[in-house]
Structure formats: structure tokens, C-alpha cells
């Protein structure tokens, strides 16, 4: 039998330890693991797997370059990330890169075992909120017959997500976002989500395309003004 090699990358040793023990009772895996340093890479070129599952957190590494260093280095490999609950925002990120699909760290065994024999087959695996829902389709219904100030007026968004779109309809990015608003990254990100939430929305590309048209920068520019005028709400 033909087993399937998997590359385990996680920065937590006694899940790393303990995951590739299970994996490897099983008849039809071989696995080997490594934390997210530079020997990920070396244990990919050796063991050529056909899948690596990798931590989203990682500490030492950013997870979207190692997926890109995966990908590219051992391009036929099926990448599946795992993690507790991912960002909407951070799983299109992923997608766009070559993973093959996600699993939560609460899943079960037998939904992991199920994951891995499944992409190796070319079946992907995305969460159901990568889905399409009733609600975005309506919303891009909207969009495209030309009634975006109606999808802005029904959407309800605080006076920080507004100076957060409008930011975003100017060009700019996560980090120079937070040096304007003199906020913290991390809370910029949880705005940008709330507002990829409300409005049905997969990336901040899309954001920021809908941010541009004239109706949206209106009315965020008019809603900018006149909260230099009036105490900002809390973050």
C-alpha cells in the first residue's frame, strides 16, 4: 500500500509530538513533523509530502510565507491549515496561495484523517463561511445594479469602521491605517473584518473596490468630517 506522506508543521511541541504519533497508527499515513523554522523547509525537500497540515499561528514564521515556500518548493503538495476559528479575511488570503483547505484544532481524529485523505484526491476543504451565502449574493445583486448608496445606508456601521473604509478608499494598508487612527494593528483587523461581515464581503480588495466608487467615499468622507467635530467612539 502506497502510504500517504504528510508534513506536520506546528510551533506546539506536545501537539506536534502527539498528532504524528496518531497519524502514524494509521496504515495508509506516514508522517513527520516539524515546528515553523527554517527545517519545515529542509523536512519538505526530503520527505516531499503530498500533504502538509500547517499551524495558522505560528510564532516563528509567517504561515502565509511558508505556505508560498511549500507551494513553490514542493508545488504538488495539498497545503491544509489548521486552526481554532480562521478569519474570513485571512482564509481567502490562504486560498489564493495554493491551500487545499482548513481544519479546526477542535475537529475530531477521524475529521482529520478524513481531511488528509480527501485532498490528497483533490478534494478541497473550506469552511462553509467561504461559501457564498443568501445574504452576500443579494448584496452583490445590489452592487452590480448600481444601488450601492441603498447597500450602505441598510448596512450599520460605527464611526470607526466608517473612518476605517474611508482610509481604505485613499490606498491605505492594515499598518498605515493604525499610524492614522493611532490604533493598534490588531484592532484594525477586527474593524476590517466587522466590516467584510456586514457587507458580505471576501477580502479587503473587494472592500476597498466598493470603498472607491463615489457613492461609498461620500459618504464615508462626509461621515469623516464630521467626526472631527464630535468624540470618537470607543475602539
Do not use: W, Y
Request: charged share 25%; with cysteine; hydrophobic share 45%.
Amino acid at each position: 500500500m502506497k502510504k500517504i506522506k504528510v508534513l506536520l508543521i506546528e510551533d506546539n511541541r506536545l501537539l506536534r509530538d502527539g498528532t504524528t504519533a496518531m497519524l502514524n497508527e494509521q496504515e495508509d499515513i506516514r508522517a513527520v513533523s516539524s515546528g515553523g523554522n527554517k527545517s519545515a523547509l529542509e523536512k519538505a525537500k526530503k520527505l516531499v509530502p503530498d500533504v502538509v497540515l500547517l499551524d495558522l499561528g505560528l510564532k516563528s514564521q509567517n504561515s502565509l510565507k511558508v505556505v508560498e515556500s511549500i507551494k513553490k518548493q514542493c508545488p504538488r503538495a495539498e497545503v491544509v491549515v489548521m486552526d481554532l476559528i480562521p478569519a474570513h479575511s485571512d482564509m481567502v488570503e490562504f486560498v489564493n496561495a495554493g491551500v487545499s483547505g482548513f481544519v479546526s484544532k477542535s475537529a475530531t481524529l477521524d475529521d482529520f484523517l478524513h481531511t488528509i485523505r480527501s485532498v490528497v484526491k483533490g478534494v478541497k476543504f473550506l469552511p462553509p463561511t467561504m461559501a457564498d451565502s443568501l445574504f452576500s449574493q443579494i448584496v452583490e445583486s445590489a452592487i452590480q445594479g448600481g444601488t450601492v448608496e441603498q447597500v450602505i445606508t441598510a448596512t450599520k456601521m460605527t464611526q470607526r469602521e466608517l473612518e476605517v473604509v474611508h482610509l481604505l478608499a485613499r490606498g491605505k494598508n492594515i499598518a498605515g491605517i493604525s499610524l492614522d487612527l493611532k490604533i493598534a494593528v490588531f484592532t484594525v483587523k477586527s474593524h476590517v473584518r466587522n466590516i467584510l461581515d456586514k457587507l458580505a464581503l471576501h477580502t479587503r480588495l473587494e472592500l476597498a473596490t466598493l470603498a472607491r466608487t463615489r457613492a461609498f467615499t461620500k459618504k464615508s468622507s462626509a461621515h469623516h468630517k464630521k467626526a472631527t467635530i464630535t468624540p470618537p467612539l470607543p475602539d
